[in-house]
């Protein structure tokens, strides 16, 4: 046969449209079967197609009367019909010399009438024809009314065509955002508004999820589509519904970070508005961060309270509420081994609630074969009791106290275990490398909080044991100058000497009382004046001060000197003489002073002495023997002004 005409059927923008249409070898269509049926009908025809001209073939995307899907180019009669403008009509194949040799004509079924509408789509390519076959020659071809039937069918084909692409499109597009939106690795949700008779939200109802979000919230598989929030998580906190509410409400966008407890999981993102009921929100899982979080506030905090506690009943006790809180588990204790190490003596500790507490004296067989690991200073970590070889054999007994993961950790003093933090989960638990070096950090602290403790301890016994050897001294001391200077004639000298060792004494007693390291100011005096003045006579004035151990004995050998002064020349010598004595804190040119006044009002009027003995020589001295001492002898009685640094004072 002839092929003239057929240069267009290999057209590549032409074949490139087609294929952007993706008709070619799809399944049957109803709509498209149905116009070649009416084709028949109309044109009293036995045969209609619906024919895509390919690059090698025609193919039959509908066909009525016709038993081939597809047949080879070169048979083709609508390769001809793409070239038209309009219909194509050949009254005889077996005349026309494009189709005379058709084998269509030739051969079975000897098609004799043929008569096609070019379908042109909107690029204004002809992808194919619709067509009608008759098995007799038509001399008149197609009446009018036929003709303009034929050609609003291959219109309607056409718009079948284009629906078609635009709903392939469509759904191509949808699935590459679905496989985009399923591909995030952030959690990401579609809810509207549930509302209340009063138009308050009151819940969300899921529109979309994604598998991130099914995954990080333990949904994969559950069907989330149409549920309500409620209905998922029945004890959620209110917070998730009222901040969402807000984006609706406001049509502010908002960040989150909050737990859901129920998951024990942490979670932030962002929300925003898509709709008057409707939000959006990203997701992220951040419970690790927040907990690694917890842990380090925890360790901050423990160490500030371990310093501030006075045992280590109570270290302990802090020591495993900070560390169940932080890791939440259900128990977490202290416990002490004896001497043979082979019990352990467990302290009152933290516990979840619901969950017993354990402490008491207990031997550590009864917990498995751990003895060796823990006595050689190696954790014990247990992520089931009953799969771990070395408790697998008393795992029973462990579960009958809510043991099903735990973690022990020696706590080491002098290169031997001396005691161990535990902590208990009543579900098997992989811990993670961080939790177990939270732990051991909680373990480092405890070991020098004891240890500071068993050090204070043991200098207190020390300092204890020194203070009363000193007390015995100086009573020995008093005792042989008394027995010493019995003999002697000058008996006020004596009297001085004996009034100074008591004062020595008073102020030894008072730091005796505070452990040796400083006494407070008024405290002092009150001591000191005391035991040689009456303090009805006394008035003291100023705030706390606290006094070094060796600025303390200054100040008392320093007050004692005054009062004596006072009773035997001064106002205290008098009936209805006052010494006024007042202390307060100025800065100077070095820092904070303390400035310290010895006032005597209603005695004689004061003179300088002419000799200057030691205590002239002491009082000129002042309060740590640096000097700073402004003494004043007027008719109204004597008066001193004594400053010195208070940081001397205190580290004294």
Known sequence: MATQGYELAHDAARLATLDDYAILDTPSETGFDDIVRLATLACDAPTALVSMIADDRQWFKARSGFAELETDLATSVCAYTITADDLLVIPDLALDPRT???????????????????????????????????????????TLDQAETLRALAGQVVALLELRRALTQQVSREAHWRGLFEQLSEGFVVKDAVRDAWGRIVDWRYVEVNAAWCDMLGMMGTPMTGRTLL?????????????????????????????????????????????????????????DQVRHQRRQAALLTLGDRLRDLGSIAAMTVEASRVVGEALCVTRVGFGRFDAAQDHL???????????????????????GDVAADLIGGQPLVIEDVRADPRTAGTSAALETIGVRAQVNMPVRDKGRTVAL?????????????????????????????????????????????????????????????????????????????????????????????????????????????????????MTFAGASVEFGSRAAMSLS?????????????????????????AWQTEQGDHGAELVLSWVERGGPPATQPIRRGFGSKLIRMGLIGTGGVDARYDDVGFSAVMRAPLMELQSA
């Open 231 to 287: 209905s998922v998580f029945p004890t959620i906190e209110q917070a998730w519904i009222e901040d969402f509410a807000a984006v609706v409400e406001t049509g502010e966008p908002r960040t989150f970070r909050r737990e859901i407890a129920t998951l024990g999981r942490w979670y932030e993102g962002r929300a925003f508005r898509l709709g008057p009921d409707r939000f959006a929100a990203t997701f992220v899982e951040v419970t």
């Open 557 to 581: 050998l320093l007050l004692h000197e005054l009062a004596t002064n006072a009773i035997k020349y001064g106002s205290l010598s008098r009936d209805g003489g006052i010494v006024t004595l």
């Open 421 to 537: 933090l535990f902590v208990h989960d009543d579900k098997p638990r992989a811990w993670t490398a961080e939790e177990l070096s939270f732990l051991r950090s909680v373990a480092d602290r405890l070991e020098v909080g004891v240890a500071r403790l068993q050090a204070d301890e043991r200098q207190k016994l020390l300092n204890e044991e020194l203070s009363h050897r000193l007390k015995n001294t100086l009573s020995i001391v008093q005792a042989i100058a008394t027995q010493t200077l019995k003999s002697v004639a000058d008996r006020p000298a004596v009297e001085i000497l004996e009034r100074r060792l008591m004062a020595l004494g008073a102020a030894h007693d008072l730091l005796l009382r505070k452990n040796w390291v400083g006494a407070d100011l008024r405290q002092i005096a009150e001591d000191v004046i005391g035991a040689v003045a009456p303090l009805d006579r």
């Open 100 to 142: 005379v040799d058709n084998r269509l004509v030739t051969n079975a079924p000897h098609a004799r009438f043929y008569a096609g509408a070019p379908l042109r789509v909107a690029d204004g390519q002809v992808l194919g024809a619709l067509c009608v076959i008759d098995l007799a020659p038509r001399p008149e071809g197609l």
């Open 345 to 367: 003596d467990v302290s009152p500790g933290w516990t979840a609630p619901g969950q017993r507490e354990i402490s008491g004296s207990r031997p550590i067989a009864h917990y």
